[in-house]
């Protein structure tokens, strides 16, 4: 499939037809941009599925990837957008062929296929037609899935039922997903909380009010952008090494250049929310999020040891409050200071279908195994629990793991 080419083929749907088009790159469906996060909002979806947060994605992570980006339409209406590549993972002698989502991993975030609930069952018939046709594959993986998503059961369901398949297996993440549920008004978000965690919030805050001045505010100069950032990264940096960690943007390969690149974009769109909590004109704290709708996505955060968080994340849910957020993405991982702030744990679900044809099966399971395998061994022993203790020892996380997560 060459750049910016496309196969298409029809399905039959009683009177009417779904056209189902597959560009092998984002310039060629550049047009489709507007229309496609259009969908994605109609839909529920988030930040994570739109054109310029896939399209910065695969320009950093896309290498020695086939991209497939399944558009399906009804009556000339977008109704399902599915940002795919595939590639081929070899482990010695074994190898998988793997069909997955743009955005599935090199980071903590989560993915998702955009589709009209109405055109599920259609639209994964006519992927599965398309990848049984046009492409050798042994798993297709749908994942790591928002505990928000409301398609994992439908999906699941419609996977099982065609002919192309032999097994789909859900598999949860035991790192889960953090959510905060805003109401309108942050007296009514203190009332979800503890006495206690009440109490420590105003203490925190009044110790802050000893100094000169203290202010919140976001940044709105796209000028700005850059030292912004540089200040955020340090403080988070910072933050994490003084707890014996290496910090995100050492961890995450190339992740400073991708979220650079990525805030830029969505800045011109108006969704990122990056703010700074200064006091005596210094930058002490700063979070890093999005938003799209009532959702927004609270990716990482950094400060001084001057300040405690509890402040700074308040003051940012009082901003996103004031602009429509009702439902905060905290990310994937379990922290016990989200949760005493009020955060639920949601289930992260991914789907694996195999396919029924020739030898499938066993690759697929064969990978399977290997990647729980070094999870286990290596990232929740290794690089989770021995390497902090032994600093000179600790090192980027490895692409084999970041690729090989299910």
């Known amino acids: ?68 980006i399944h558009l ?31 955005g599935c991993d090199h980071s903590l975030t989560t993915c998702s296929p955009v589709i009209h609930p109405d055109r599920l069952s259609l639209t994964v018939s006519a992927l599965i037609e398309y990848l049984d046709r046009h492409c050798r594959w042994d798993l297709l993986h749908l994942g790591p899935l928002p505990g928000y998503y409301g398609q994992v059961s439908g999906l699941v369901n419609a996977l099982r039922g065609l002919r192309q398949i032999k097994s789909v297996e859900l598999t949860m993440d035991h790192r889960g997903q953090m959510v905060f549920d ?47 950032l540089g200040v955020f990264i340090s403080l988070h940096q910072t933050h994490w090494r003084q707890k014996g960690n290496l910090g995100h943007f050492h961890d995450w390969p190339r992740s400073e250049e991708f979220h650079r690149e990525v805030a830029a974009h969505q800045m011109k769109l108006d969704r990122l929310v990056l703010t700074q909590l200064r006091v005596d004109d210094r930058v002490l704290a700063s979070e890093y999020c999005y938003r799209l709708g009532d959702r927004a996505h609270w990716i990482l955060d950094g400060r001084s040891r001057e300040v405690g968080g509890r402040t700074p994340f ?61 999870d286990m061994a290596y990232y929740r022993l290794w690089f989770s629990r021995l390497a902090p203790r032994v600093p000179y020892l600790q090192c980027p996380l490895w692409p084999m793991w970041i690729k090989s997560r299910v």
């Open 182 to 228: 805003l109401p309108s008004t942050f007296d009514a978000y203190l009332a979800t909380l503890t006495k206690r965690e009440r109490s420590n919030i105003r203490r925190e805050r009044r110790d802050l009010s000893r100094s000169k001045s203290v202010s919140h505010g976001m940044l709105s100069d796209p000028e700005e952008l850059g030292s912004a």
């Open 72 to 102: 399906l339409r009804e009556r000339d209406q977008l109704v399902a957008v599915l940002p795919l590549f595939w590639e081929k993972q070899e482990f010695g002698v074994f190898a998988v062929r793997l069909v997955r989502l743009v």
């Open 1 to 68: 499939m060459g750049n910016g080419s496309w196969v298409e083929h029809s399905i039959g749907m009683k009177s009417d037809a779904m056209e189902h088009k597959v560009y092998a790159s984002f310039a060629g469906v550049e047009e489709v941009r507007a229309e496609w996060d259009a969908l994605v909002e109609r839909v529920g979806g988030d930040i994570f599925s739109t054109y310029d947060w896939c399209r910065t994605w695969w320009r950093h992570y896309g290498q020695r990837r086939l991209l497939q």
């Open 314 to 374: 308040c003051e940012m849910v009082k901003l996103l409050m004031y602009l429509g957020v009702r439902q905060l993405d905290a990310s994937r991982g379990l922290y016990e200071y989200k949760r005493r702030l009020g955060a639920r744990v949601l289930p992260v679900h991914s789907i694996l279908a195999t396919a029924h044809s020739g030898l499938a099966a066993f690759p697929a399971r064969f990978f399977r195994l290997w990647s729980r395998a070094l």
